[in-house]
């Protein structure tokens, strides 16, 4: 059978996928790849710019306990952000209980971005601070956490044999995984914590909007998905996973957001407090920003 070219839609990891094969291998390498911001964490800024605070994704030793457990059998795990090195160690890795924080074999920061070879596809089609070129790491297997679309359309160029012929696609396998990560602003949920105590439908709404957000699953699909790419090994070329279970969720996220505003733009004495309460932290722009919402 010829592997080049195809391009096939099936089960796969036991969830959707979209996948653009091109030949059969065996691998010696795999690695775990993981975007930093609105991926593992994000990041508030104080009124005056002064101060971050730091909201690392729910569960998150959830999936650092199962990086450390496929650590012990030979498989990396690996940053990769546009953030600077010093972001990445001060606002990421020094949140991080103690015995996770040596479970990264590597940081890959904006300072140590790898530079594509010279007559590659990945050196044709980079742009400058725009693309984690994933494949030019050292390993066979890749899998890529990433908040970013705009990181798999870069891919799929990579991966395209119909264009840039004159490039060989890269001699790997790449599985991608867009999971982003949003929280809502610290400020705003204690606005909404101080209002639920004032009006029982909101406090109703805002409690169930709590509970999705503590047991957001990211981070356990993410370990389920790592379980998977352990244990089998993948094509050459490139699998993009359409997880249903996260889509589901940010559904349900978004319909509680809405049955909130809701309540808010109803009353007119809550919808002031709301902002008033929002003020002490929020800058100026967002509140106008959320006002528009209403």
Not at 5 to 26: D, M, P, W
Not at 201 to 216: G, P, R
Not at 257 to 278: G, H, P
């Amino acid at each position: 059978m010829n592997f080049w070219g195809i391009v096939a839609k099936f089960k796969l990891l036991n969830y959707n996928t979209i996948v653009v094969l091109h030949r059969k291998s065996e691998f010696m390498s795999k690695v775990i790849v993981l975007d930093l911001d609105q991926t593992l964490r994000s990041l508030e800024t104080s009124n005056d710019y002064s101060d971050l605070k730091v909201v690392l994704r729910p569960q998150i030793t959830v999936l650092l306990q199962k990086l450390s457990d496929v650590k012990k059998k030979g498989i990396d795990s690996v940053i990769f952000t546009s953030a600077t090195r010093t972001s990445a160690n001060k606002y990421f890795l020094d949140k991080l209980p103690e015995e996770y924080r040596g479970v990264f074999a590597q940081i890959i920061s904006r300072e140590n971005f790898p530079e594509p070879k010279l007559g590659t596809r990945e050196n044709y089609l980079y742009r400058v601070g725009e693309n984690k070129i994933v494949t030019a790491l050292d390993y066979d297997e890749i899998l890529f956490f990433d908040d970013s679309q705009t990181e798999y359309k870069f891919l799929q160029e990579l991966f395209d044999e119909k264009q840039y012929t004159d490039y060989p696609v890269p001699d790997k396998s790449v599985t991608f995984v867009n999971l982003p990560f949003y929280p809502r602003m610290s400020s705003d949920m204690y606005a909404l914590k101080e209002l639920a105590k004032q009006s029982d439908d909101l406090k109703e709404k805002v409690n169930d909007y709590f509970t999705l957000m503590v047991n957001e699953p990211g981070c356990r699909i993410m370990t389920n998905i790592i379980d998977e790419f352990v244990s089998i090994n993948n094509q050459n070329g490139l699998i993009n996973l359409d997880i249903e279970e996260f889509d589901k969720y940010e559904a349900k996220l978004r319909a509680k957001n809405i049955e909130i505003r809701k309540i808010l733009s109803k009353d007119e004495n809550l919808r002031n407090k709301y902002f008033d309460l929002k003020n002490d932290y929020y800058l100026k722009e967002e509140i106008e920003d959320d006002k528009e919402l209403l």
